[in-house]
C-alpha cells in the first residue's frame, strides 16, 4: 500500500514511473508496475476452445477464471517453447465497465526500472513485423532498449479481434 | 438526542413494497367478489402501515395520500362503505400511484404532483359520495396550529383522579411531576375522600389535589399532560390572571404537601450510540443503494448451527494431525467423512439463504391477468399453485419478465372471446393456470391455458412466408412448435398493444438459456396448451457430468442430459443431408463430435463406437455429443469467464476442479449452434 | 435499566422504536403482533409495553385488554401507537385499559419524552 502510494506520487511530482521489464526474444519490453497483480511461473492452463492463439487458455487464480496470453504471439512475434525461466505476469487491466485480470507469457522477467517522462520517445515504425499500436513509447536503459507495453489496448483489441468470432455465427 | 432516521429507510421501504403488494392481491381478491373481513383487515392494516412509517419518516407526500386511502378503507372495514367494483378500481389505481410515489421517494426523486393530485381527487371523490361520514380532517392539522396567545399568568388546577386511574398504568404524581417541570409548582393534597383504613384497598387512588401552577404557559400544554387521564379524573383547569388573589382550594381537612421539585435531569437522552455513525459511514461506503435479501431467521441459525460442527469437527482434525500416527487412520477416516458432510451441508445452508419463493415473481400477475382481462373483454380465471416453490434470487429476478410474456401470449392469442368458447362447447371462463414445482433439482413452471391451442396450419404459414421452412417438409408437431422460437416469429395476425411485437418467443428463450433452463410447449388444438419451462433451482451451483474428451475435461449440465448410450455399429445411419444420425428407439439423433466444434487435439474416438455418446435435449429436440468417455458427476461452483476475458461460443462458464484446474461448461444451445455454423451438423433445427 | 416490549408489525416501526430506546439505555424486546408479544410478557415481566394499534393475530386494544387482565401488568404503563385520526382507536384502548398513546408521526425525541415521563 505504502509503496504504491510512493510510486503513484512519485508519477506526478517528477512525471516518471517505475516499469517491470522483461523480455521477448532479444527485446526488452516493460509494463507499468502499477498494473502488475503478480508473477507467476508458467503452468499448464485450460484450453480455450475456438480462441485465438494466443489466448493460452484460463487458469485459477485463487478462484477467479483468468486468461493467459501468449505475448510474443499477440504481438505478432515467433512462437517459442516454454521452459524454465518462462513466467506469467497478470496484470490488471480497465475494461470497459470493470478492470479485468489477464496473464502475459513472457520470456523471462528483467527487472524494475524507473522511467522519467522526459526519457520516452516516440515509438518507431517497426515494419508490418510488430503490432506498433500496443507500444506506447520506448526508453532507453543503459544499452537496452525497452518498449513501454499498453496492457489496456491489449486487452481492448482482443475484445474486437475477429478471431474469436469463429463459430458465433 | 440525534438518531439518524435513514437507517430505518430501507426496511420502510421494503415492507411499504411488500404492503403494496398484500393490498394488491386483496384488492383483486374482493373484485372477484370475496369480501371478508379478515381480508379487508389486512389491506387496511397495509395502508395503516405505510401511513405510519412515512409520517414517521418525513415522507410527507406519502402519508398525506396513504392517509386519503386508508380513510376510505376504514369506512368500508366498518361497513360504513359498501365494497363495489368501482370502489376497488380507484383503490387498485390508488395502489399504482403509491407504488411509483414509494419509487421516487425511494430514488430520492419527487413523486409526479399532478398524478398524485387527480388520484387523491379521486380518492377523494368516492369518499365524498353519499352514504358514508363525512371524511376526517387532514392529517396535516399539526398539534402547534393549537397554539395561542399565553392569556394567563398561571393556572390553577384542581385534578381529582378517579379510584381506579392507577390500573390504567397511570400515575398521579407523574403528572404532577410533569405540571412541575413547566415551572413553579404549589401542591395542595386532599385526603378527605380517604376511607376508613378497614376499607383502605391500596390499589385505588383516594388522593386528590390542587395545583397552582405558577407559569404563563399556554393552556395546550396543560392539556397535553393529561391527555391520557381526562377520562380518569375530574379536572378543572383555570387561568390565573396577573394580579388575581390567589384562590384557596377548598375542602376542610387540608393538608400541605411540600411542592415538588423537577427531577434530576436525566443524561440518558443525551448518550449517544456509535451505532449511527458507523451505519452511516458504511452506507456511504456504498456508491449505489446495493441489492439487499431479507432472510428468514430460521435459515441463518441453521447456518450457524452448521459452522459450529464444522469448528468442532476442524478441531478434531487438528488434534488428530498434532501427533498423528498410522493406528488413528480410523478415525482420520472418520473426521474426512465428517468434514465432507458439513461442508456439504454448509454449502446447501448457503445456497438456502438465496432461495426465495416463486410467489415474489406470481404475484404480480392476479393483477396481469385482471386488467388484461378487462382490456381484451374475456373472462378469464387465474389459477396459481406452488407459489411457496423455492428458487434462487436472481432467477426471481429474470423470470419474471419472460413469464409476462407467457401468460400475456396465452391472455392474447391463447384464449378465446367467450362467445368463441360457448360456440366450442366450452365454459365462457377461460382458464389460465401457473404452477410451480420442484422437480429432480431443478424448478418447473408452467403456463398453462383451455384456450384453443396452438394453430398448426398458421405457424405454418407463416414460417412458410419467412422461409423458415421449405414447402415439401413433413413437419411434426414438435417441430412446428419449434418454429414459434424462431428470431422475428410472430403468429399475431394484429399487432395488439398486448403481445406487442418484435420480442418474441426467441428472446423468451434466449432468456431461459442465460439462466441454464429451457423452454418447451405442448398444445392440443381447441383444447389449450402450456409452455413448460424447466430451470436449475440455483445459478451458483451446477449438477454437472464430467467428461473426457483428449487431455481435455469439460462438464456437461446434468439438466440437459437425457441419458448417456455406448453406440453400437448398426444404430449409426447415414441420412442424406444429415451425415451421420443414431438411431435411438424411433428417433434419429444428429452427432455432434466435441472434438470437431471445439478443436480439440487427439481425441481418443473419432469412431462413435470407439467413445460414448451423451444424448442431451436442446433446443428443437435431442441430438448426442460424442464424449471419450464419463468421468463423473458432481456439483460445481459456476464461475465467470466473462469477468476477466470474454463470452465462449458453446461455453457458459468455468468451474475449478479438486485439484485446482479449472474445466469449462458446456452451453449446449452454443454448442449446437457452432456444430450447425461449422457445417457438422446440417440443418440442425428442421432435422431433430 | 427498565425493559420495554416494542409491538408493532411493521419491521422499519418496529426498528426505529427500539434503536430508539436501546440508545437512550433501555432493554427493549421487539414483537411482531398481539400474540407473540402477550406471550414474552408472560414469560418475562417488562416495565413499559408500547403497542401498535393495527396488526394482523391479535391487535393492540385485544394486547392492552389480555395484558391488564394478568397479575403482574395492573399497573404496569400500556402504551399504544395510533394516529391522529384515531380517537375512537384511543377511547377504545382506555376502555382496555391503556395507560395513554404516542400519536404516529412521531420523531424519536417525542419517543424518548413520553418514555422517560412514564418511566419516571
Not at chain 1, 476452445?49 to 485459477?60: I, M, Q
Not at chain 2, 436449475?536 to 441419458?563: F, H, K, M, N, R
Amino acid at each position: 500500500m505504502n509503496a504504491e502510494s510512493t510510486i503513484a506520487r512519485n508519477h506526478q511530482d517528477t512525471g516518471g514511473a517505475e516499469y517491470l521489464s522483461f523480455r521477448l526474444g532479444d527485446e526488452g519490453y516493460g509494463v507499468d508496475i502499477l498494473k502488475v497483480q503478480e508473477i507467476r511461473g508458467w503452468e499448464p492452463v485450460t484450453r480455450v476452445p475456438n480462441a485465438p492463439d494466443y489466448v493460452r487458455g484460463v487458469l485459477n487464480l485463487r478462484g477467479a477464471i483468468v486468461p493467459v496470453f501468449d505475448l510474443r504471439r499477440r504481438l505478432g512475434m515467433e512462437p517459442v517453447a516454454y521452459g524454465k525461466e518462462t513466467v506469467v505476469i497478470v496484470v490488471r487491466v480497465q475494461g470497459e465497465e470493470e478492470s479485468k485480470s489477464i496473464g502475459l507469457v513472457v520470456d523471462a522477467v528483467s527487472d524494475v526500472m524507473r522511467v522519467t517522462s522526459d526519457s520516452i520517445r516516440a515509438t518507431p515504425e517497426f515494419g508490418a513485423r510488430l503490432d506498433t499500436g500496443l507500444i506506447t513509447g520506448m526508453v532507453t536503459a543503459g544499452e537496452r532498449m525497452v518498449m513501454l507495453l499498453d496492457v489496456e489496448g491489449l486487452h481492448q483489441a482482443q475484445a474486437a479481434d475477429p478471431a474469436t468470432e469463429v463459430g458465433a455465427a | 438526542m440525534s438518531i439518524d432516521m435513514e437507517q430505518f429507510h430501507q426496511v420502510f421501504f421494503e415492507e411499504s413494497f411488500e404492503g403494496l403488494e398484500v393490498m394488491e392481491a386483496g384488492l383483486l381478491r374482493m373484485d372477484g367478489g370475496a369480501v371478508d373481513d379478515e381480508e379487508i383487515n389486512a389491506i387496511f392494516r397495509a395502508a395503516h402501515s405505510i401511513k405510519g412509517g412515512s409520517g414517521t419518516f418525513g415522507f410527507t407526500e406519502v402519508a398525506d395520500f396513504t392517509h386519503v386511502m386508508e380513510t376510505l378503507l376504514d369506512e368500508m372495514r366498518d361497513g360504513r362503505r359498501p365494497v363495489t367494483p368501482n370502489t376497488v378500481q380507484v383503490l387498485l389505481r390508488s395502489v399504482d400511484v403509491l407504488r411509483e410515489m414509494l419509487t421516487a421517494t425511494r430514488e430520492g426523486a419527487s413523486p409526479d404532483p399532478e398524478q398524485v393530485r387527480i388520484q387523491q381527487a379521486e380518492l377523494e371523490s368516492v369518499l365524498a359520495s353519499p352514504g358514508t361520514a363525512p371524511p376526517e380532517a387532514s392529517v396535516d392539522a399539526a398539534p402547534e396550529s393549537r397554539e395561542q396567545a399565553p392569556e394567563a399568568a398561571g393556572w390553577h388546577i384542581v385534578f381529582r383522579p378517579h379510584p381506579h386511574m392507577m390500573r390504567t398504568g397511570n400515575d398521579p404524581l407523574r403528572i404532577i411531576r410533569e405540571l412541575a417541570e413547566l415551572g413553579d409548582l404549589q401542591v395542595t393534597g386532599d385526603v378527605s375522600l380517604l376511607p376508613p383504613f378497614s376499607e383502605f384497598d391500596p390499589e385505588e387512588c383516594y388522593l386528590s389535589w390542587d395545583l397552582h401552577l405558577d407559569a404563563p404557559v399556554d393552556r395546550a400544554r396543560i392539556d397535553e399532560i393529561f391527555d391520557w387521564v381526562e377520562d380518569d379524573c375530574d379536572l378543572a383547569i383555570m387561568p390565573v390572571m396577573i394580579d388575581a388573589p390567589r384562590e384557596e382550594a377548598p375542602g376542610p381537612d387540608q393538608s400541605r404537601l411540600s411542592a415538588v421539585s423537577p427531577p434530576a435531569e436525566r443524561r440518558v437522552g443525551e448518550r449517544r450510540s456509535p451505532e449511527p455513525r458507523r451505519r452511516q459511514e458504511r452506507r456511504s461506503g456504498q456508491a449505489s443503494p446495493s441489492s439487499s435479501i431479507r432472510v428468514d431467521i430460521g435459515k441463518i441459525d441453521a447456518l450457524i448451527n452448521m459452522v459450529g460442527e464444522l469448528v468442532i469437527t476442524q478441531s478434531m482434525l487438528s488434534l488428530l494431525g498434532d501427533d498423528f500416527h498410522m493406528g488413528q487412520l480410523g478415525r482420520l477416516r472418520d473426521g474426512l467423512a465428517q468434514l465432507d458432510r458439513h461442508t456439504r451441508e454448509l454449502q446447501e445452508s448457503v445456497m438456502q439463504i438465496r432461495m426465495l419463493p416463486i410467489s415474489f415473481t406470481f404475484s404480480r400477475f392476479p393483477r396481469l391477468v385482471h386488467d388484461l382481462g378487462a382490456k381484451l373483454g374475456k373472462k378469464i380465471e387465474l389459477k396459481m399453485t406452488g407459489e411457496n416453490t423455492e428458487v434462487d434470487k436472481t432467477v426471481i429476478e429474470k423470470i419474471g419478465d419472460p413469464l409476462v410474456h407467457l401468460v400475456r401470449n396465452s391472455l392474447d392469442h391463447g384464449l378465446e372471446m367467450p362467445e368463441e368458447r360457448i360456440a366450442a362447447g366450452k365454459p365462457e371462463t377461460g382458464t389460465v393456470e401457473l404452477n410451480a414445482y420442484h422437480k429432480g433439482g431443478n424448478i418447473v413452471i408452467e403456463i398453462r391455458d383451455d384456450g384453443r391451442g396452438l394453430d398448426r396450419d398458421r405457424i405454418l404459414a407463416k414460417a412458410l412466408e419467412r422461409g423458415l421452412v421449405q414447402e415439401d417438409h413433413n413437419l411434426t408437431d414438435r417441430q412446428i412448435h419449434e418454429l414459434i422460437f424462431q428470431p422475428g416469429f410472430s403468429t399475431a395476425e394484429q399487432v395488439s398493444d398486448v403481445s406487442g411485437r418484435g420480442v418474441g418467443m426467441d428472446v423468451v428463450r434466449r432468456n431461459i438459456n442465460e439462466l441454464g433452463g429451457s423452454i418447451e410447449i405442448e398444445s392440443e388444438p381447441g383444447q389449450g396448451s402450456a409452455i413448460i419451462i424447466r430451470l436449475p433451482l440455483t445459478l451458483a451451483i451446477l449438477d454437472g457430468q464430467t467428461v473426457a474428451v483428449g487431455d481435455e475435461t469439460y462438464i456437461v449440465p446434468l439438466i440437459s442430459i437425457v441419458e448417456s448410450i455406448q453406440v453400437r455399429r448398426e444404430m449409426i445411419h447415414l441420412v442424406a443431408g444429415r451425415g451421420e444420425t443414431i438411431r435411438l428407439r424411433d428417433d434419429y439423433l444428429p452427432v455432434i463430435r466435441l472434438h470437431e466444434v471445439f478443436g480439440i487435439e487427439n481425441p481418443r474416438a473419432t469412431d462413435l463406437v470407439d467413445g460414448l455418446l451423451v444424448v442431451v435435449e436442446g433446443e428443437g429436440g435431442q441430438f448426442g455429443i460424442l464424449v471419450d468417455d464419463l468421468i463423473g458427476q458432481q456439483q460445481v461452483v459456476i464461475k465467470s469467464l466473462e469477468a476477466n476475458y470474454q463470452r465462449v461460443e458453446g461455453i457458459s462458464g468455468a468451474t475449478i476442479l479438486g485439484d485446482g484446474s479449472v474445466a469449462l461448461i458446456l452451453d449446449i444451445p452454443g454448442v449446437l449452434r457452432l456444430a450447425a455454423g461449422a457445417g457438422d451438423v446440417d440443418q440442425l433445427q428442421q432435422s431433430a | 435499566m427498565a425493559s420495554i416490549l416494542a409491538v408493532d408489525d411493521s419491521a422499519s416501526m418496529r426498528q426505529m422504536v427500539a434503536f430508539t430506546l436501546k440508545g437512550a439505555g433501555y432493554d427493549v424486546i421487539e414483537a411482531a403482533d398481539g400474540v407473540e408479544a402477550l406471550n414474552i410478557a408472560k414469560s418475562k415481566g417488562v416495565n413499559l409495553v408500547i403497542t401498535d394499534v393495527n396488526m394482523p393475530n391479535m391487535d393492540g386494544i385485544s394486547l392492552i385488554k389480555q395484558l391488564r387482565a394478568l397479575p403482574s401488568y395492573r399497573f404496569t404503563p400500556l402504551l399504544m401507537l395510533t394516529t391522529e385520526s384515531g380517537q375512537d382507536k384511543k377511547q377504545q384502548g382506555k376502555a382496555a385499559g391503556a395507560t395513554g398513546w404516542i400519536v404516529k408521526p412521531f420523531n424519536p425525541d417525542q419517543l424518548l419524552n413520553t418514555v422517560k415521563k412514564v418511566l419516571g
